[in-house]
């Protein structure tokens, strides 16, 4: 070889965008894994059940605050002695109350969050295999092995059913 001149080298195929580092088979750590594999679809149901969860909560602060003024206004109707003291005591327990319920909110919308994620991942992760199955089947024009999805994921009765429709296919035209 010539001074100054490098030696072609064998270029790694493409990787497919949706391959992982790790082997086949191989589940990654649970903090590596990737949660949200079709966004728009997940975050609209986080986004959903958070809103669901903020409006429940909301409606309660409401009748809280309503039950609070309620009993201030009986206090003020029966003109007790003490009546300064306990609408103090009503006024410091409704602020209590309701630093409680945001903190609770916050928890709830959080655990809701989470769990909606992981929930659609479930649901999402079927619907991207299967896009990526008919892909396949449309670039190549080639009926690409069986479909399966992940233990655990919803929809398991699809793969079943489409391999069989596949199955017979490839029978009605090989004949």
């Known amino acids: 070889m010539q001074a100054g001149k490098v030696a072609p080298t064998k270029s790694a195929p493409p990787q497919d ?3 992982s580092a790790t082997p086949v088979g191989v589940r990654p750590p649970w903090y590596k894994r990737k949660y949200l594999v079709y966004p728009r679809f997940q975050m609209t149901l986080i986004l ?3 809103a669901v969860t903020v409006v429940l909560f909301g409606f309660t602060a409401l009748l809280v605050v309503r039950s609070h ?3 201030e206004n009986l206090v003020k109707q029966t003109r007790l002695p003490a ?3 306990f609408t103090e005591l009503l006024t410091q327990q409704l602020r209590n109350l309701l630093v409680y319920m945001s903190i609770a909110v916050g928890v709830a919308v959080f655990i809701t969050g989470i769990s909606t994620l992981l929930l659609s991942h479930k649901m999402a992760g079927p619907m991207i ?5 008919f892909n396949r089947i449309a670039k190549t024009g080639e009926f690409p092995d069986n479909l399966s999805f992940r233990d655990g994921d919803f929809f398991q009765d699809l793969p079943p059913t489409i391999n069989q429709a596949f199955t017979t296919l490839k029978k009605k035209w090989l004949r």
Do not use: E, G, P, V
């Open 17 to 19: 965008s949706n391959a």
């Open 48 to 50: 959903l059940n958070s």
């Open 69 to 71: 003024l309620y009993l």
């Open 83 to 85: 009546q300064n003291l």
């Open 129 to 133: 295999k299967l896009r990526n199955f």
